[in-house]
């Protein structure tokens, strides 16, 4: 990744700070970037061959959306795991995807059925062979986003995109110890079948129970690691 030279050009380099962000976004939600490591600019700048602007500015978006922390007034870290933010994590989560999804079940045309149906279908075919790999994790993501992408309401969508990230980081850092849980793909069928019969409270209640259960799964590893 390299910096664009042109001072002229701030579309490059809001790109570059864009592209920044989602690629170091990716790696803390893989846990390449552990809960607590401080974040050296530095060394980011020479493992992602850009200059200290675009990393800064990408770090600040980061630490907007919850996963990055200021430490000692011109440092980064990772922002740590503790049970008090699972909790407001998986409390929001449920609150703003329920509410996001109801309103696309109402709007959604056949533009979205479509996109739904596509996406629910690669993640089926996935979890028919068992897998948790990067594909999966994309295709799970896109699954989610793709529910409530017919809600009309910008803001709420980047909640919910904020929201799945942080509420992801948890389940990735602590559900990869375990065998996945067995009733997640029943889950997201019927939470896809609702959704396509227009079926907003029956879809509500099941992603109330997928989302919230995923957070117990995750207190209890917490609580086990002595987290909490």
């Not at 664009?4 to 592209?19: F, H």
């Not at 992602?48 to 430490?71: C, F, K, N």
């Not at 409270?201 to 259960?213: C, S």
Request: proline share 4%; hydrophobic share 40%; charged share 25%.
């Amino acid at each position: 990744m390299k910096n664009s030279s042109d001072p002229q050009a701030p579309e490059a380099g809001a790109s570059l700070t864009a592209a920044l962000a989602i690629q170091i976004r990716a790696e803390i939600l893989q846990g390449s970037y552990p809960p607590g490591t401080k974040l050296r600019l530095d060394d980011l700048r020479h493992h992602y061959a850009v200059s200290l602007s675009p990393l800064r500015e990408a770090l600040t978006r980061l630490t907007a959306e919850g996963l990055v922390q200021i430490a000692d007034h011109r440092g980064y870290r990772v922002a740590p795991v503790s049970a008090e933010n699972l909790r407001e994590v998986t409390t929001l989560r449920t609150q703003m995807e329920v509410m996001a999804m109801n309103e696309s079940i109402l709007h959604g045309d056949a533009a979205w059925e479509d996109a739904l149906t596509a996406a629910y279908y690669r993640l089926a075919r996935l979890e028919e062979k068992g897998e948790r790999s990067d594909e999966w994790e994309k295709t799970h993501r896109v699954f989610h986003l793709t529910l409530f992408s017919a809600c009309g309401m910008p803001l709420l969508l980047r909640f919910c995109g904020t929201l799945h990230d942080l509420s992801d980081r948890y389940r990735r850092l602590f559900l990869t110890r375990h065998a996945p849980d067995e009733n997640v793909p029943a889950e997201h069928k019927a939470i896809f079948e609702a959704a396509m019969a227009r079926d907003k409270e029956l879809a509500a209640q099941i992603l109330t129970q997928h989302l919230q259960r995923t957070g117990r799964n995750v207190m209890a590893i917490l609580e086990e690691n002595g987290e909490a």
